[in-house]
């Protein structure tokens, strides 16, 4: 599980308010390789934090009635053997499991918790906190592990316990709920009409926001704005509240896509939804100036330095993370900071002129003669989202270019060429696929891909979900199966 995953399982399995994932160490992956490869981030001081959780998340959930009462669905004190701790275990286990305790699970667990109250002395309620604590240490709970018995419809196929965690993980970023492990006991996943209603359900849940906040904020880089800083001193109006602002602004963006109905097709062009803090920001725009992702506060700010605009980032993204396209600079090439590369000191004051300089040389050429005509388009917007005309320094703002043979005068006229290029790539689709997989496409996923996107056709996101969890991908089982 990703630290947010974390999170977000023990307070829908304990009620707790607690989120100790936000101590734990950060392995630095970029998007959605940190949903990848979890065993090879397993680090002793991870381990020691998965540890201190358990004892933590244990000692929080036995001190709140609520909370326990979640947990003892018998009372222990009153069995006279150790009945009641193995239907704990097994009602607890199926939950932080995702799937049914095995006998020799189940007797083990129990041995535990005799050994509780004979050797340590413990009373029966403190017996099951320390089963609890040490179920919340087991690679069972921590990472998703595939390696149930195949289902009888066809080799290979998850069994639906499994196809309900992955539905879980995907849409809430969480363990399944009752209905889910109901439908999976009663192997109900197995069919498209099934897990098409499934989608429909989970994303008209409030937890499915965890789906477009995490999704999309791995896909494009949003989950990183609260740690993104400003210059202030530059940009006055920049400050905590707005920053905020700028993330429900575009998670409600998102949202309009994803619940709200609004096919993918008008990524690029859709209006904005209204924020009262963010109202300066948009004070100086000109009719028709701004209309989709491109030009959100959030994307603009996040693309650009604490003290400039980044033409070069801003294209970088759009290029690699709309289209899938890599901008890998050429190898053993130096690239010099913007003002570096023409020797001058201080500030740089027109980004457009330092890179001309770039451009200007022949190993920088090839990367910029791409990129630079898509992130001057934009330079009318400050680095927090503004809209200017002029540089500091009092220079008039250029945002004309050429990109496929195509003039324009700003982003307005760059966008419906960036739409129509849109049309026939796979991105979304191959973001999607690696997000609910928790793998990147291998070369026989891009023929499904390819079926994938032509089938969804640029509608709802909500579509291109029903699409990816009805694949034969992702109802089968992966070859790495442990996640």
Known sequence: MTASEYNSTVAHLLGTSLRPADGFPAFGAKGFDANVSALSNLSQVLVQGYYDAARDLAEDAFSDE??????????????????????????????????????AEVDRYAAQYTNARTALEMSPVQAVQHVVRTLLTSPHFLLRIELGPDSARSPGALNGYEVASRLSYLLWSSLPDDELFDAAEADELATEGELEQQVDRMLADPKSAAFFQNFFGQWLGTRTLPSHNADASRYPSWNDEVKGAMLEQIDAYFASFTTGGRPWSEFLTAPHPESKLLEPLYANDPEGGREGFLTLPAFLTLSSRADRTSPTSRAKTIMEQLFCVPMVPPANVDIPELGAAGGDEGPVLNVRQELEKHRASPDCASCHDVLDPI?????????????????????????????????????????????????????????????????????????????????????????????????????????????
């Not at 326990?68 to 239907?87: F, H, S, T, W």
């Not at 973001?431 to 997989?437: E, G, I, K, P």
Request: aromatic share 8%.
């Open 66 to 103: 609520a909370q326990r009462a979640k947990i003892l669905v018998c009372d222990p004190a009153q069995a006279a053997d150790d009945g009641c701790a193995r239907e704990i275990i097994e009602r607890f286990g199926l939950r932080a499991f995702r799937r049914p305790l095995d006998a």
């Open 375 to 483: 992130g001057l388009s934009l330079e009318n917007f400050d680095p927090i989202g503004g809209y200017r005309t002029a540089y500091p320094n009092g220079d008039p703002i250029d945002a004309t270019g050429v990109y496929n043979g195509v003039t324009f005068e700003d982003i307005t006229g760059l966008v419906p060429v960036l739409v129509e290029a849109a049309r026939s790539g796979t991105c979304p689709s191959e973001q999607l696929f690696s997000y609910a997989l928790r793998r990147r496409p291998s070369g026989e996923d891009r023929k499904r891909l390819e079926q994938i996107t032509a089938r969804w056709g640029g509608g709802t996101v909500d579509e291109l979900v029903k699409q990816v969890v009805t694949s034969e991908a992702f109802r089968l089982r992966a070859k790495d199966k442990a996640r």
